[in-house]
Each structure stands twice: as C-alpha cells, then as structure tokens.
C-alpha cells in the first residue's frame, strides 16, 4: 500500500509540473491581456510601457521567466509575487483557503445528508410521489444554474434584500476565528446553494445504483436469511451501491476546493475562486498560476484518495 | 406412499400456484405442485429453466411476495402455513427454520461483506441475545461443520477471496446457522465443477443426517439427484409429471419426459460417436401453455387425444408412491422405455402428426438405432 | 488618457428597461441629476461608510494609480497640490498648496508654495514639506514605480529626460514650503493643472526609498497618508494585510496627525470601508435596500431603473464621465477618404444610441471631443455643437450621407468598393447594442462589415489598440480627461505622433499635418484662457475631419443608501466624496 501511494503521489508531482507548464504557456505565449499594457494604462507611452515590463520581470525570455517560477517554486516554496499588490502569491493563497474549504465541507455534508436518504428512499418506493419528488426535483437541481439559484435564494431570504429576511445575505461571510455564528449562518445559503446541483446527481445515481443492486442475488440472500428489511436496504442494500458515490464524490471535493467561483462571487464570499476569476481580470498571472496549480493539487489529491477509498470499500479492487 | 402415511413433514407443499401478472400476460409458472418432505428426508426437483421449479422453491420461503404475484395454495412448514403468514412471521422462520442456499454463490454472498460476518448476521437475526463474540464463535463452528480447512483464518475472507466450493460451503454454513427444519438447496452444485460437487454433495448429505433436516433439492441434472435424493419429482411446464422414489425412477421411468432427460445424459459407455439424444423443441410458453399436455409438441408418442385432455397425476398400478401423468397406457410405456434403453430402433408406434397449438417445436424424431 | 468611459459593468442586458426612463423625448428636464450636489451638511459627524465592488483597486502607490475608483480613495487619503472641489470640476483649488499656482508670463516657471502644518499620518508623523512632493514627482521616473503619466506631464522639467528616479534638476525646492518646476517648454499652465492627479501627492523619502528601491516598488503596501483618513496599518506603517487585504477590503480610519485648520473639507465619516469582491447585481440591491452604503460599481440597467423609479433620491447622474465616440481606421481603405466618413457620420442616428442606453437620462449628445467640465468645451461650441453639417442632425440625415457617399464617387449613394470593414465592439448590453446600430448603419450605406464583439481588455489590448489588426470601425470607444485641461481629451487620442504599434491611443489614426502642429503649438500655449482658446479650435478641427463620430457627453449614474448623504465628485464620476460625504 505504501509503494502504491508513493507510486502516485510522484506521478502527481510530475502531473503538477505539466500543468504549471501548460499554465504558463496558456498566459505567457498565448496571452489575451497583457498585465502591462493592464497596469499601464493607455495613456503610457512605448517607453513606459517597456519599463513596467521590465519590473515585471515580462521582457525577459520565456525559458527563463518559466524556469525562474518553477525553481523558486521547487527551492523555496515560493509561488510568486502579485503583479498588482505585489502581496506574495502563497500568502493569498492561506488568506483564502479557509474560506473555500469552510463552503466545500458544508456543502459535502449537506449533499450527503440530504442525497443519501433521498435515493434510497427513491429507489425503495419507486413509483410513488417520494420517487416522482425526488427525480422532478433533481431534474431541477440539475438544470438550474448555481448563480441564479444564488439570486433567488438571495432575493428569497436574505435579510438586507430578501422577501423574508431570515439569513445573512451577501458579503456577510466572516472567518470562524473572528465570530462562528456568523460564520455559520452566512454560509448556511451558499451551502444550500452550491449543495443543490450535486444533491440532485447524487440522488439520482443512487436511486438508479440502488434499484440495481436491490435486484442482485445477494439481497436475495440477505432476505432469504430473514433479516429484517431495514437492513437489508441499508446494511446490504446502500453498502453495495454507494461504492461510485463516494469516488465520484471524492473527486468532486477536490474540484471543489478549488474554487467554486460563482457561488463565491454572488455571496461574497473570499475564496480561491473568487481569487481566480479576480486574477483573471487583471491578468496578474503569479496569482492565476498559484490558483490553477493549487487547484490541480487538489484534484491530484482527491483523485489518489479516492483510489485508496475504494480499494478500502470494494475488497475486489485490492487484488488489482 | 403418500405423503400423509410419513411420519410428520416438515414441509407439505399443497396444490401451489403461483402466477405472475405482466405486460405479455399472465405467466402461471406453477400450476398446482403438491410434495411433501420428511425430516432427514431429501427431495429432488428435476427440470429444465422455466419448469417452475426455482419459482416453487422461492415461493415456499415468501421472495417472490410482490404486488404482481398470485400465490394459492399452502406450504405447510411444521402445520404452519407460510404463504399465510405475516411479514413478520415469514422473516423470523426465514434462515431460522426454513433455510436456502442458492445457486451461485459468488453473486449470493455479499461481495463487500466478510464471510463471518454475513454468518454472524444470520446467527444474530434470529437471537437477540447473541454477542458479537458468541456469533462470531459460532460462525467459526459452522465453517468447521461444513469442513473448511483454517476456519478462524478464514472468517474473515472475503467471497471473492474463496474458490467456488469453500463459497458454497459457507453458503451452505449460513444457511444452516440456526439449524433449519428445512434446508432447501436451489442448483446448488450447478456453478461448481465436477469433484467439487461431489464434495458438496456429500457434505450436504451429512448434514441432513447429521442434523435431521429436511432437504429440497432443486437441480435440473439428474446424476445429482440419483446420489443424493430419497424422492424425485420432475417438473415440466409449472407441474409436477413424475413424481417417485429415485430408485423407481431411474429403474423404470414412465413419463416420456423423463426417458428424454435419462437420455440426453452422456454416457461413458455408450460406443463412440454415438450422438447424444436431445429432447427437440423448446419449454412452453407459461402465458399460452399447450392445450391437453403440456408436453404433447415435445413428445414422441403423441397422439391425437393427447392435445385435448390433460393428464393428472396418478399412481401407477402396483407402485403407488410412483405417480405420473402420462395418457399412454402403463403397459405401452413399460415397453417403449425396454425398446429404448435395449438399444433397438425405438420407433413411435403412431407416427407423430404435426403440433396443433403451442409454440413450434421441432419434428418429433424418430429414434434412429445407436 | 483613454480610461474606460464606464466602471466595471457586469454584463446584464435590459436596456429596454430603460425606455421607461425618460427616453423618446420625453419632457424630464432636470438634466437627469436626480440628487443633488450638497455639501454635505445636515448629516451627522461619525459613522462609517461602507463602498461595494466587485473590482479591486489596481493600486495603492499614488505614483501608479489613476483609475477612478482609486482617485476616489486616494482623494481622502493623500493630499494633492491642487484639487478638484467636487461641485467644480473645472476650476482647481489649492489643497496642499497655500495658494493659487503662479505661472511666470513665459511659462516655463511654476512656483507653488504649500501650506504650513500638514503633517504625515503615522508612522511618519512629521510635517510635510516641497522636498516630500519633489520625491513624490522624481519617484514617478523611477522604473520600479513606472507611473503611466510621469513623462506625459512632468517631462517637461529640466533634467527629466534623464530622470530614473533621482533628483531632477528642474524640480526646484528653495525651502520647506516652496517648490518650484522649471520647464524647457512653455508648459506651466498645463503642470499646474496636472498637480491634481495623485502623483504630485506627497511622499516621505526617508520612508520610502526603500520600498523604491525593490523591482516593482511596494511603497502602496506602505502607503502614507497627508489627508483626513489614512489606510489602516500596524505600527510599522505595513498596510497590506492590515487595512488592505488584496481582492477583499481597504480600510480608511481617521488620520490623527489631520488637522482640520489646514483643510477645507469636512470629514464627516470616522472610517471607510471597502467591500471587494461579490456581484454588482447582488451589491445594488444591497445598497438600495441597507443604510450606510455606496456602490462603487457603475450599476446594472435593471438598478438604474429601480432606483430612478422608488428612490430617486438614491441615485445620481454625475455629467462629465467623458465623451463616447466611434472611431474610423483613417490609416487604410475605405476611410483614408473623408467624405466616406462624413457620410456615416452624418448617416449614424445618435439619438437612437443614446436611446437604446436608457435616453436623455444618461447624457447629451455628443457633437464634438470636449465635454462639459472640460475647459475649452464652450469654446468648441458646448451642446450646440461645431457647425459642421454632418453633425448637425442628431438623429442622422440620410440625404445628406448619400451627397457625401456621391462626393466619395458612389454615384447611387451606396458604397459599391471591395473592402469588408471589420468593426470592433463591446459585448454585453448596452454597448453591443450600439455597436450593432453602427454596424447597421453602415451596412445601410452599401458596406459589407463582419462584426466582432468582445471584452474591453481585448478590445483595446488587440484590436483597436493595434494598428496591425486593421481593424476599421471601432463604434465603443471613449475618452476621459485626466484633468479638466483640454490636451488630456485631444491630444493623445487625436495627434499624429501618438501613433503606436501597440497601447496605440489614438485610435482613427489621425495624422493631420496642420492639426498636428496646432496641437503642438497648444502644448505650449500659456494661461487657462488661452488654452480654452486653442484647443477648442482645435477641438472643431478635429471634429471636422470626421475621423471619429462623437455620440454622447456620458453621465454616470452613482446609487447609494437611503441615510447616506452623498456629496459626488463631478470631477471623478461622481463618487462620493469621503471627505465631504455623511451619513444621516
């Protein structure tokens, strides 16, 4: 298990690598905003311009600004500076982690707690209204885009703008440290919210896993031993078809912590997605390059956990 | 011998029906089975897929209880009716005194679950009071009753991590962790290759005798039944058309059906080259079935008569525990089963016309000398 | 310099929605100011107000900074030698400086004494004398700081030219409280006005030099302060994660070392708060619904509406945000010939554009470069307009589009040439939809035209910007001063040696020999009258050529809580000005 871990924590390494370089050629050599032109203004003659390029460290050749970046990188642990406020790109980066992970976990937790019931019990009476609710529902889960889910949960329940003001509304996300009931009652909308579409997935595929699997020989077994339904369905039942949920939801956490961007900006909420799309705009490429690498850390993470968990809950996969 | 002149069975089947409503139709897989079993008795049930006799069998234990399924009758366990009983009822004598081991059991054993524990949960379903420890001691017992080697090892295997017969072993311990009245094996040899089942077979006698259970067999093939059964039923289309002691049976088998599953069995001793001997045609449609008997488009002797009246089951003069259901005469059946088993050309003694109704079966073949 | 003409717009669409707002000529006639300018008074003294953005600031360092929403916050943070009073958007004030500029009657020395008294916010502490604004315009050379506009106004100063950030010969301090600039061109006039924006602001060298002296500087992640609020800081004087956490907030407090004696404005507010990030759809909302809120975004056409239907008290129409024009590739075919210009300028229905963006509320039409505010904008002509007949008509006369067509040798009035004129706009309503009324306007007059639209940065950055790109109409473009001297509408967007291969700002390409030197002469021409003078002749000039379509004399709106009393800076977009706004 160990040597299967190291195995893949160093592939990581290398994908990490590939994607910082793919990152630097996306904005370097195929740029579509040029942080000095941005920074400059269109007023600065060619002479200005030329000199803020320089203090960027811009002018110099590629090879160079790249290799510059991944020693710095691989030496020092340092991601870079800001091009704008020159705030180091790795302290940003702390700044806002917690903010991300707070609203991933929240949102896993509720998506799990709510999906999970739902698709067996689905799956367990179908064809009732509880099966007819549950898929309508997450057709409609599904569809509806997270930015407008955020709109209307904002203009529903928000206490400075919403019809019944009962939540925090927009902006009002503050660190846990700083005060945890508003921490968690900001983040009890945006969690709803972002927990929406992927409850509505969740939901569904274990209906579907779970009709299957309520089918199998095994289940048969299980009765024929004169176990009661309730374990039969959960203990039997859920073990087996819950096996894909947890990879798939595995992976998505890892896309997750990346940054949920639109969630992020229509609640106001400083994470790293929020720092993305920022660093975008301004084409301050330190910061995209430390948020694109994070995030695909993440992924990586996510992905070699999520091979581990199911080597853990599926026995068949060990001998492999 | 009747059923009724035995001492108590253990379970007495009577008159079962079971049909189930579906889009084609209604499909009547069983259509009035009766057999009773004797404690340290064991049944065997013959037939081809779509005889019913997985469907009897289920019925019996309440899996086939659904909104789409007809069940009359009764399936008496200890006097006890099942197909009466409440949901309650039937789950706490399910793998309490009525037990099943099914057919494969790499997909009947829980793939996720240890073997242990899917022992231990059927040891503590039906004793509330049973720790952990006590249920795992006993799971440990009865990997050891079924003879597999290093049970304290393996109790914590895996299915996937036995080969097949150590699986049916410990399919077969889980079934009998509360000592069942009745164990009921559905093909349980079926998935298994030849040594192997005669190990499982073997085992499986023990324990009958052993724990005085009694046993239903279920298999369609019939060298399992010749070692292991007291009793033979062969079942054809949702009815039970031959039903005697196994010895009787194989000495002298009276329905044409059964010559043609006595025949199809490759021989070690037939002359090389010799072809095996099919029975043609395909099972019945259970939604549709064949006017008169049912076996009429399959068979070779049939005659006129024979697609419009339907044959009961009856005893044979002289041999009452030996009942058929067969329009030809005894004495005419008698004969025809020396003409085939002697080797000679066995023709029909009418020639067979074509089917009237049922699906097509194919001609019926005149037998050809070996 | 070319500035965006409007803040960060979120791409909503419902212009439609503003048709409801006093368009088709309806009789509103209060020039669309809903609120009015106040000074202020009748709030109370305390609070803190609170600005939503979604768009960061870009920088802190005064010596880099010049994007509106920075002059905000750096108007109550730092003190310039002259200011802008916010009602007065074209008549300087002196701030840090004691007294009016003195300009000798050669223009080539300005002499500016400062006031006694101003003192440094912590942790510098000390007073503020010429030798910290003289570092504050030499560090403006420096490469490390780069600042955009150094050499445009301050190269003239004797010794600029070779300046990289050490003393410059030609900035003068013969005492504590007097600076003196000595130009090698006649150019005091325009220095002076140009002491408004930021860089002239003062910068403690002792303090400084050696955040300076790192490539790029981070001086702005230790900004000092001179004016009524400071950006919070831990003792060192460090800002960044202090009052200003990047992409999230900036903090202003009370600068404690102020004295309001040497200070004209008010400063209400004990602290003011910026809150980055989030939705301005979202944001507006907010600011309409709460208290103690300003939105520092420029807000959605559904905003608009709202507030000027239920809270018209909320919202507040600044004029002067610039001039919206639509420029013509002078440079290549078809419109190297003046008469096709002319015809599409006279065939290009103006009203209509500004109907589709909500009608009169949003501004006057545009007839020529300068826009009230600016001086010399009467001189060109004001509302009414240079004369010129293709501009006469604002909603486009189609008779004479076809003389002029003719005149161009399309004997049928229609263009029957080979070029397919490749035309630039912005996406996202309502600048896509005037671009496709120009689009269509010129597919009326007979061109054949592929129409491309896209975001602002790639606007600029690879197309209009780019002469290489051959792009031939560019229908979204606009211009705002940077001071309310006419040369910063004209000149960079119109003169000839402007012309880049890339951040080109001028962008019709014009290159008029004899508009070219008269702008050279107005470079040097001494005294505000004077210069009003030329360059509004200058102004028609260019008007003349039809090198560009001016359409609108825009007005930004600005929305702000029901308790706030917002006092706007006409000379900034209408902000609200912190030093002067309060809350009730």
């Known amino acids: ?320 | 011998m009747s059923a009724e002149a035995q001492p108590a069975a253990a379970l007495r089947v009577e008159d079962l029906r079971v049909a189930f409503d579906t889009r084609d139709g209604l499909v009547q897989a069983v259509d009035g089975i009766s057999y009773s079993v004797a404690p340290g008795r064991t049944l065997g049930i013959v037939g081809e897929s779509g005889s019913g006799k997985t469907v009897a069998a289920m019925t019996a234990m309440g899996l086939t209880r659904g909104a789409r399924t007809r069940v009359s009758g009764r399936v008496l366990l200890d006097g006890e009716d099942l197909l009466a009983a409440s949901p309650a009822r039937l789950q706490a004598l399910r793998g309490d005194a009525i037990a099943m081991v099914f057919q494969d059991p790499l997909s009947a054993l829980h793939p996720l679950l240890r073997v242990g524990h899917q022992i231990e949960e059927a040891v503590r379903a039906h004793g509330s009071e049973v720790s952990r420890a006590a249920g795992r001691a006993r799971a440990v017992e009865l990997l050891e009753l079924v003879a597999i080697p290093n049970a304290a090892q393996r109790i914590d295997a895996y299915p996937h991590e036995l080969s097949g017969g150590m699986r049916q072993r410990a399919m077969i311990a889980m079934a009998l962790a509360n000592n069942p009245r009745v164990l009921i094996a559905d093909e349980p040899t079926t998935a298994l290759d030849v040594t192997v089942q005669a190990q499982i077979l073997a085992l499986l006698r023990r324990l009958r005798d052993a724990l005085g259970m009694a046993m239903v067999l279920i298999t369609h093939d019939l060298g399992v039944v010749a070692e292991t059964a007291d009793e033979v039923a062969v079942m054809y289309a949702g009815r039970i058309v031959e039903h005697a002691p196994a010895a009787e049976l194989f000495a002298s088998p009276q329905h044409p059906y059964t010559w043609g599953l006595l025949r199809s069995v490759p021989r070690l001793d037939a002359p090389v080259g010799a072809e095996l001997v099919p029975i043609p045609g395909r099972p019945p449609s259970l939604i549709d079935p064949p006017s008169g008997c049912r076996f009429h488009p399959r068979c070779a002797y049939v005659r006129d008569r024979h697609r419009m009246v339907d044959p009961a089951l009856e005893s044979l003069a002289g041999v009452p525990s030996h009942r058929v259901a067969c329009l030809l005469p005894e004495t005419e059946r008698r004969a025809i089963w020396a003409g085939l088993t002697s080797g000679a050309a066995a023709s029909p003694v009418v020639a067979p016309e074509s089917p009237s109704s049922g699906p097509a079966a194919g001609p019926a073949s005149a037998e050809r000398p070996a | 310099m070319p500035r965006p003409v409007k803040r960060a717009l979120p791409f909503l669409t419902l212009c439609i929605a503003l048709f409801a707002l006093g368009a088709c000529g309806s009789s509103s006639n209060d020039g669309g100011t809903a609120a009015k300018v106040d000074d202020g008074a009748g709030g109370h003294r305390g609070g803190t107000l609170s600005l939503l953005t979604s768009q960061d600031i870009s920088s802190l360092d005064p010596g880099i900074t010049y994007g509106s929403l920075d002059l905000n916050l750096l108007s109550a943070v730092v003190r310039t030698l002259y200011a802008y009073a916010p009602d007065n958007p074209t008549d300087i004030v002196p701030d840090l400086a004691a007294s009016a500029p003195q300009v000798s009657p050669d223009g080539k020395t300005l002499t500016v004494r400062i006031r006694r008294g101003v003192k440094f916010g912590p942790p510098v502490n000390r007073e503020v004398t010429s030798r910290d604004v003289k570092y504050a315009i030499e560090r403006g050379f420096n490469p490390n700081v780069a600042s955009p506009y150094a050499s445009t106004y301050y190269g003239d100063l004797v010794g600029a030219a070779r300046a990289t950030g050490g003393p410059i010969a030609g900035l003068q301090t013969p005492d504590d409280y007097t600076l003196v600039f000595k130009l090698t061109r006649p150019t005091a006039s325009l220095v002076a006005q140009s002491t408004v924006l930021p860089l002239s602001a003062p910068v403690p060298p002792e303090y400084a030099k050696p955040f300076d002296a790192r490539s790029p500087s981070d001086y702005a992640n230790h900004l000092v302060s001179s004016g009524p609020y400071m950006v919070a800081a831990d003792r060192d004087g460090t800002v960044l994660g202090n009052g200003y956490v990047p992409g999230r907030s900036v903090r202003l407090v009370r600068n404690p070392n102020w004295g309001a004696a040497t200070d004209d404005r008010p400063a209400y507010l004990d602290a003011v708060t910026f809150r980055i990030g989030g939705s301005t759809t979202v944001s507006g909302q907010q600011v309409l619904a709460g208290k103690g809120l300003v939105l520092g975004d420029s807000p959605t056409p559904a905003l608009v509406k709202k507030a000027y239907q239920t809270a018209r008290d909320q919202i507040f129409f600044s004029p002067g945000a610039g001039t919206r024009y639509a420029a013509l590739n002078t440079a290549i075919a078809p419109f190297d010939d003046a008469n096709l210009r002319k015809a599409v300028a006279a065939a290009l229905d103006r009203e209509q554009m500004r109907r589709i963006r909500g009608g009169e509320i949003v501004g006057d039409i545009g007839s020529h470069f300068l826009y009230p505010g600016v001086l010399g904008f009467e001189e060109a002509g004001g509302l009414e307009g240079t004369g010129v007949d293709f501009l006469a008509d604002p909603q486009g006369d189609r008779a004479l589009a076809e003389r002029y067509m003719r005149a161009a040798g399309y004997a049928d009035g229609r263009y029957t040439g080979d070029e397919t004129l490749q035309v630039v706009g912005l996406a996202g309503a309502p600048d896509s939809n005037d671009a496709q009324i120009v689009d269509q306007t010129l597919q009326d007059l007979g061109f054949k035209t592929q129409l491309k639209l896209v975001d602002t940065t790639v606007m600029y950055g690879r197309f209009c910007g780019v002469p290489r790109a051959r792009v031939h109409v560019c229908p979204n473009l606009g211009w705002i001063r940077d001071f309310a001297d006419p040369q910063t509408v004209l000149n960079l967007a119109f003169n000839g040696k402007f012309i880049f291969p890339e951040n080109n700002p001028n962008w019709p390409q014009l290159n008029d020999p004899a508009i070219n030197r008269a702008m050279a002469r107005g470079e040097v021409t001494v005294g505000d009258q004077a210069r009003a003078d030329v360059w509004g002749a200058i102004d028609r000039q260019i008007t003349a050529t039809g090198a560009a379509i001016p359409w609108l004399y825009d007005r930004q709106p600005n929305v702000f809580s029901a308790d706030v009393r917002c006092v706007p800076e006409l000379w900034n977009q209408g902000h609200c000005d912190f030093a002067y706004t309060s809350l009730k």
């Open chain 1, 1 to 320: 298990m160990a040597a299967y871990v190291l195995r893949r924590v160093l592939w990581g390494l290398v994908l990490l690598v590939l994607v910082s370089l793919l990152t630097f050629v996306v904005f370097y050599v195929l740029p579509s905003a040029d942080p000095a032109q941005l920074r400059a203004g269109r007023n600065a003659s060619p002479a200005t311009l030329a000199q803020i390029r320089e203090s960027l460290g811009l002018d110099r050749p590629l090879t160079a600004q790249y290799w510059t970046f991944l020693s710095q990188l691989a030496f020092h642990a340092n991601l870079g500076y800001s091009y704008f406020s020159q705030a180091s790109v790795g302290s940003l980066l702390v700044d806002r982690l917690p903010a991300t992970i707070s609203l991933t976990l929240g949102a896993i937790v509720i998506w799990v707690v709510v999906a999970v019931p739902l698709g067996v019990v689905a799956a367990t009476h179908r064809g009732t209204w509880v099966d007819k609710l549950t898929t309508g529902g997450a057709l409609l889960g599904i569809s509806a885009p997270v930015y407008w889910l955020g709109l209307v949960a904002l203009y529903l329940f928000a206490d400075d703008i919403g019809k019944w003001p009962l939540l925090p509304g927009a902006g009002s996300y503050v660190p846990f440290s700083e005060d945890a009931w508003q921490w968690l009652t900001s983040l009890i909308l945006p969690w709803l919210v972002l927990a929406c579409t992927f409850t509505a997935v969740y939901a569904r595929l274990l209906r579907g896993n779970m009709i299957e699997v309520l089918s199998e020989d095994y289940v048969r077994t299980a009765r024929a031993k004169g176990l009661s339904e309730r374990r039969v369905v959960w203990r039997h039942g859920l073990r087996a078809a819950v096996t894909p949920l947890v990879t798939l939801a595995g992976l998505d956490i890892g896309l997750l912590l990346g940054g949920a961007v639109l969630t992020e900006t229509v609640f106001g909420i400083p994470g790293i997605g929020q720092l993305n799309y920022q660093a975008i705009v301004h084409a301050d490429y330190p910061v995209i390059q430390g948020t694109v690498l994070l995030a695909a850390c993440f992924v990586i993470v996510a992905n070699i956990a999520v091979d581990i968990a199911y080597a853990y809950l599926d026995p068949r996969a060990r001998t492999a």
